[in-house]
Structure formats: C-alpha cells, structure tokens
C-alpha cells in the first residue's frame, strides 16, 4: 500500500539555520503531497502541497518540490525562527476522496 | 478554509465506562469525514471514513464495535468509544475533506486518558 517515509527527529536548529526534513513516499499512481504542522496544543495545519510532479508548494518561507523521479517531497527553509518549533508531517493522498497516509513526524525545535 | 471543532478538547474516564467525540463541520456540509488516531510522538493513523448516510467504513484492524461512528448529520459525526480501556488513551482527531479539491481541514483533536 501507499506509505510515507520521513527522517526521524527530534531535529534542534539555531535559529537562522537552514532546515531541511527529507519526505520519500511510495505509492501507485501520481499522488497529491502534502506538508502539515502541528503546533505545541494545536490540530494539524496544511503548511504546503504540491499536486503533480516538478510543482513546488510554499508557504511562511517553506518550500518542497515533488520530485516524481525521486518519489521525494523534501521540506525546506533557508532560515528558521523559535517560532517555527513544532511538528511537522509529510502526507499524501491518491485521490481526491481519499484519506491522508502520513509519515511519522518531525518534531523541530528552534533555540534562540 | 473550512473550520472542524471537536468536543470535548480532552476527557479522562474510567475503565469500563464510554466516552463520545463529537466532530462538527461549522461551515461547510460534509458528506464525509475522517477518524484519526495518535499515539504520543507518533502518527496519525486513520481508523475509519464516516459517510453521512450510511454506515462507517472501518481501516483494517479498528473494531467496529469498540469505536462506533455515527454521521448524524452533514456538520456531525461522532465518535464513541466503548468500554474504554487504559490502552485506548490517545489523540483522536478529525478531519474534513472540502471543495473540489477535497482539501483536509483538521479539528484540533480530543484527547482521552483512561484511568
């Protein structure tokens, strides 16, 4: 079945460092990707998407680009802030009506 | 984007006792909503697809009996859990596909502690 791998944390940058938190998927077909951040006490939010191969999805200065010939969707951030500590999920779906599979999650901490 | 609340936030039972999550959409009618569950430090696991109509379709694994879903309504669906157990302590959280797209909204999660 479908599935998502993410690199495995807790990953503890400066802040101003660059960030970057690697997504592989498996999956039949051309999946919508999908980044989500669950900030401390808060649901998921969508961060970022991208719906077919060479798209890049960005938002509050994260970027990811779906590299269909990598089957990766690798998240960036040329410099993080405290205010970017969370966790974070790589997901995808196969089609419109379907569930989210998630990977496991990155937790980031930003230190001052 | 669409908003999904969830009721309770958090709930601690007794053993033995059930317990039920509400899941509402507020401004959007879904036919369909999702169940998640989430281990501490771990993922999300979807458990079962409520579909407003007709019954629960239940991931491979989840007991249909223990964790009963009703879609009573286009804006609710619940969640009962059913003579809970220390190990059903968890995170559940909801979510709702919207638009054309079928984008995912999420509720910010029930968290349930069994004692």
């Known amino acids: 079945g479908d599935s998502v791998t993410q690199m495995e944390g807790p990953v503890t940058l400066s802040e101003e460092a660059f960030l970057t938190i690697n997504c592989t998927y498996t999956?039949?077909?051309?999946?919508?990707l999908f980044w989500y951040v669950q900030y401390p006490g808060e649901g998921l939010q969508l961060l970022l998407k991208a719906t077919k191969a060479d798209d890049k999805g960005s938002n509050k200065g994260f970027e990811a680009t779906y590299r269909k010939e990598t089957t990766s969707f690798h998240l960036e951030k040329g410099s993080v802030q405290v205010s970017d500590s969370a966790v974070y999920f790589c997901a995808l779906r196969a089609t419109g009506n379907t569930p989210l599979v998630f990977g496991k999650g990155t937790r980031l901490s930003v230190i001052a | 984007g669409a908003v999904v609340s969830q009721h309770p936030s958090w709930v601690i039972c007794k053993s033995g006792t059930s317990v039920k999550i509400e899941c509402r959409s507020l401004?959007?009618?879904?036919?369909?909503m999702f169940w998640y569950r989430q281990f501490p430090k771990q993922s999300l696991m979807l458990m079962a697809t409520?579909?407003?109509?007709?019954?629960?379709?239940?991931e491979q694994g989840v007991e249909k009996d223990k964790f009963l879903i009703n879609h009573a309504s286009l804006t609710l669906s619940t969640l009962t859990v059913t003579s809970a157990h220390p190990e059903d302590s968890s995170f559940y959280i909801c979510s709702v596909p919207v638009g054309s797209n079928r984008e995912q909204y999420f509720g910010p999660g029930t968290r349930l502690t069994v004692t």
């Open positions: 999956a039949t077909g051309y999946p919508s």
């Open positions: 409520s579909n407003e109509g007709s019954k629960a379709t239940y």
């Open positions: 401004d959007f009618q879904a036919t369909t």
